[in-house]
C-alpha cells in the first residue's frame, strides 16, 4: 500500500508549478518595489534638509492647492476645505462669473421668436 501513496503523493514542485505565472509575476514586482523605495529613500537622506523641507513644503502646497480647486480633498478633511474654499478660486468658479452681467446680475436668455 506505501507505494501506492508514494505514486500519488504531490510534492512542493508540483505546488509551485500550479501556482499561475501572473502570481509570481506580481511577487516579483512587490519586491523590486521594495528594493526601490529602500534605494530612493537612502538617497532622500543624503539631500540637504533645507532643500527636502522647501520641496516637501512646495509639493504640500500644490497637493492642497489643487484639493481646493477641484475639490478631491480626502473626506476627513472636507471640513477644513470647506472653511477654506470660500477663499480660492474653484473649478467652476470661472463658468459662472461668465454667465454674469458686469452688475452682478444673471445674464438673461434670449427670446426665442
Known sequence: M???????AVTTLDK???IPPAFWGK?????????????????VLKINKFVLGGAAFIG?????FNWIYHRT??????????RIAPFFPTAGAYQTKQMQ?????????????
Open 2 to 8: 506505501a507505494p501506492y501513496n508514494l505514486l500519488l
Open 16 to 18: 509551485l508549478k500550479a
Open 27 to 43: 511577487i516579483g514586482l512587490g519586491i523590486l518595489a521594495v528594493i526601490v523605495v529602500f534605494i530612493v529613500i537612502q538617497r
Open 60 to 64: 504640500g502646497g500644490l497637493l492642497w
Open 73 to 82: 480633498e480626502p473626506k476627513f478633511l472636507t471640513s477644513t476645505i470647506d
Open 101 to 113: 452681467m458686469p452688475g452682478g446680475a444673471p445674464t438673461p436668455t434670449p427670446k426665442k421668436y
